[in-house]
């Protein structure tokens, strides 16, 4: 396993649209655990693949629970449902914090790393994760949606 670099603001591949996953090798695994200890070592919830600079519709977020990280391959937003205000931050944009409306429950399918098909119900923090991080794959940022006036620039 390896810390993957991060892609940070300003670099054009953050706007670019990820590719579909054809095949779950070997690449993609490693890829997998890197992105996993990348997360881990910013202390992030979710990455996904593009911010690492690979084009691939690949995410992992963890929200410090019990049950781990999550691997979404090829994930799809079948249904969203409502509304949350929530606070916001990327990993590609370091010490900014904004208010961002995103749904308060989405129905996502995707592949987990064993090629699986899985389809959840998920709500609050990680409908949150799992829409920004969806929104990584198609090229779009978090920045470009806040609720204006809400940034914040903390300190390191
Ligand atoms: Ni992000």
């Given at each position: 396993?390896?810390?993957?670099?991060?892609?940070?603001?300003?670099?054009?591949?953050?706007?670019?649209?990820?590719?579909?996953?054809?095949?779950i090798?070997?690449?993609?695994?490693?890829?997998?655990?890197d992105?996993?200890?990348?997360?881990?070592?910013?202390?992030?919830?979710?990455?996904?693949?593009?911010q690492?600079?690979?084009?691939?519709?690949?995410?992992?977020?963890?929200?410090?629970?019990?049950?781990?990280?999550?691997?979404?391959?090829?994930?799809?937003?079948?249904?969203?449902?409502?509304?949350?205000e929530v606070d916001?931050?990327?990993?590609?944009?370091?010490?900014?914090?904004?208010?961002?409306?995103r749904?308060?429950?989405v129905?996502?399918?995707y592949?987990?790393?064993?090629?699986?098909?899985?389809?959840?119900?998920?709500?609050?923090?990680?409908?949150?994760?799992i829409?920004?991080?969806?929104?990584?794959?198609?090229?779009?940022?978090?920045?470009?949606?806040?609720?204006?006036?809400?940034?914040?620039?903390?300190?390191?």
């Open positions: 396993m390896a810390i993957r670099n991060i892609r940070y603001e300003g670099d054009e591949i953050l706007k670019k649209k990820s590719r579909e996953v054809e095949e090798d070997e690449k993609i695994q490693i890829l997998i655990d992105m996993i200890e990348t997360v881990h070592k910013y202390n992030g919830v979710g990455l996904a693949a593009v690492v600079g690979i084009l691939k519709r690949v995410i992992v977020i963890d929200l410090y629970d019990d049950k781990g990280p999550i691997v979404l391959i090829n994930p799809k937003i079948l249904k969203t449902k409502g509304e949350q916001e931050g990327c990993l590609s944009f370091p010490n900014q914090f904004a208010k961002v409306i749904p308060a429950e129905v996502v399918e592949l987990d790393r064993e090629g699986k098909k899985v389809k959840v119900k998920a709500k609050e923090l990680l409908a949150q994760a829409c920004h991080e969806v929104d990584h794959l198609n090229g779009e940022v978090f920045i470009d949606k806040i609720i204006p006036g809400t940034l914040e620039y903390l300190e390191s």
